[in-house]
């Protein structure tokens, strides 16, 4: 049974501030797959990075979304979770897709800590490149494309819930 809400998206995106009024809208249980990496790991995504590397929080990351086995959940992923075939099938497999898509001059807008905000990445790509390689992941794995630029978070709840209505 499908009944398991996945937002992907880029960092800044909004998939955990989304992801919690969308779970309250809806009556489920709202999971932040960063926050279950930092409490598994007992530090912060950059520490993680810092201490190792980016393929190693991939792993990581890949390790805590192949391990959530609920249902009735919104599930707020990494933006690095589409690295993962395994992690995206899992999620699929129990859950409906979201793709939470906004351009890039908006990220860039959103997000002011790039280079301490533990974004697994190679060193030195830039977010353009880091962008650019990951929206044709976040397409391929997306049953729900939706483009939220200009919409607040409320308003992204109901285009989500509206969305789910009609897949």
Same mark, same amino acid.
């Given at each position: 049974?499908?009944?398991?809400?996945?937002?992907?998206?880029?960092?800044?995106?909004?998939?955990?501030?989304? #992801?919690?009024? $969308?779970?309250? =809208?809806? !009556?489920?249980?709202? %999971?932040? &797959? +960063?926050?279950?990496?930092?409490?598994?790991?007992?530090?912060?995504?950059?520490?993680?990075?810092?201490?190792?590397?980016?393929?190693?929080?991939?792993?990581?990351?890949?390790?805590?979304?192949?391990?959530?086995? #609920?249902?009735? $959940?919104?599930? =707020?992923? !990494?933006?690095?979770? %589409?690295? &993962? +075939?395994?992690?995206?099938?899992?999620?699929?497999?129990?859950?409906?897709?979201?793709?939470?898509?906004?351009?890039?001059?908006?990220?860039?807008?959103?997000?002011?800590?790039?280079?301490?905000?533990?974004?697994?990445?190679?060193?030195?790509?830039?977010?353009?490149?880091?962008?650019?390689?990951?929206?044709?992941?976040?397409?391929?794995?997306?049953?729900?494309?939706?483009?939220?630029?200009?919409?607040?978070?409320?308003?992204?709840?109901?285009?989500?819930?509206?969305?789910?209505?009609?897949?």
């Amino acid at each position: 049974m499908k009944d398991n809400i996945v937002l992907i998206g880029m960092p800044g995106a909004g998939k955990s501030t989304v #992801g919690v009024l $969308l779970a309250k =809208a809806l !009556g489920k249980n709202f %999971v932040d &797959s +960063d926050v279950l990496i930092q409490v598994r790991e007992g530090k912060t995504l950059q520490q993680i990075m810092d201490e190792n590397d980016y393929l190693h929080l991939r792993q990581i990351e890949e390790a805590v979304l192949t391990d959530i086995d #609920g249902h009735n $959940l919104v599930i =707020a992923t !990494g933006g690095s979770a %589409v690295y &993962s +075939d395994s992690a995206m099938t899992h999620l699929a497999d129990h859950g409906i897709i979201v793709y939470l898509d906004v351009p890039l001059h908006s990220l860039r807008q959103r997000i002011r800590d790039y280079d301490t905000r533990g974004i697994a990445r190679r060193p030195n790509q830039s977010f353009e490149e880091l962008f650019a390689e990951r929206t044709a992941l976040y397409s391929r794995y997306a049953e729900i494309i939706l483009h939220s630029e200009q919409h607040s978070p409320e308003e992204m709840v109901a285009a989500i819930a509206k969305a789910l209505a009609s897949h």
